[in-house]
């Protein structure tokens, strides 16, 4: 069990140094220059290069990498261009508030999905398993920025049972549990949790149904085994995989969440993406996509060393 920990550890460390290149060099793909956000178009020479200097935008690209990554190391991600702003303290602030949009809509995906999934596939073929099916097919295929717009024409603007913007009362952007604010979060939560409940629906739905044909299932209802037990032992069998799903889709809905955050004006790390990107702030996009990114490598690991945990042959 630990050479496997070890050795996904050790698995992980060029995962993520090849991440701190992504997310350095695809920003330099993006046409425009990030200076035209704090200096007009016709600003004179050298206060163009004072500005590349102060951003060390004047030194070569590598050279710009390692310096980058020493300080993202030491837990600095630089300035915003366009607020003057630290980039750390703006994405853990968003992150916190995407965090905990995709942890309910996870759970809701999750839980939906394993419920579903479990039903369909326990019968299946029976007309659960053809509304489950429905659902999930439904749930993969339908845009969530569209999804988004119609849950907030239904219930916002028609019923007006739950505000179609922000995270709280006033466009406030910190959390508290308490109902306002827990109304501002069902609509994107719902939204977001769609396509994840979707997926593990259809994934679980199909290794039911297969684990219920294999020979030790049978071996187990010959014994005189209670359902209870049987599906008992079918969960145990299917948790690493469905895990691992699970795992991947809450990962991204970390990274996917962009169009929703922005339908609802989510301050999270989203939203803050739409608005480097429009802005041009390459210090904040860069930050933004690396923290997200790192969150997404992380999570993968956990799930790898949860997996040993349900089922020990995959730690051999």
Known sequence: MFSYILKRLLYAIPIAL??????????????????????????????IAALKSAYGLDKPVPVQYGMW???????DLGTSIASGRQVVTEVMSAVSNTL???????????????VLGALAGYW????????????????VSVPHYWLGLV?????SIWLGWFPAMGAGPGGSS????DYEHIRHLILPAITLAVIPMGIITRTVRALVADMLEQEFVIALRARGLSNRAIFR???????PTVLAVAGLQIGYLM???ILVETVFAWPGTGFLLNTAIFQRDMPLLQGTILVLCMFFVGLNLIVDILQPLLDPRMGR
Not at 174 to 177: G, P, V
Request: charged share 10%; aromatic share 10%.
């Open 69 to 75: 990554l020493l300080r993202a190391v030491q837990g």
């Open 100 to 114: 905990l949009l995709a942890g309910v809509a996870g759970f809701i995906g999750v839980l939906f999905g394993c």
């Open 124 to 139: 299946h073929g029976g007309w659960i398993d053809r509304i489950a099916t429905f659902l999930s097919v439904i749930g």
């Open 255 to 257: 990274g996917g969440s």
């Open 18 to 47: 090849s991440v701190t290149v992504l997310s350095f060099m695809l920003v330099y793909l993006a046409p425009g220059d990030p200076l035209n956000a704090i200096a007009p178009a016709d600003a004179p020479a050298d206060v």
């Open 151 to 155: 849950l907030t024409i239904i219930f």
């Open 174 to 177: 910190e959390w508290l549990w």
């Open 233 to 239: 032992h079918i969960a145990k069998n299917t948790a």
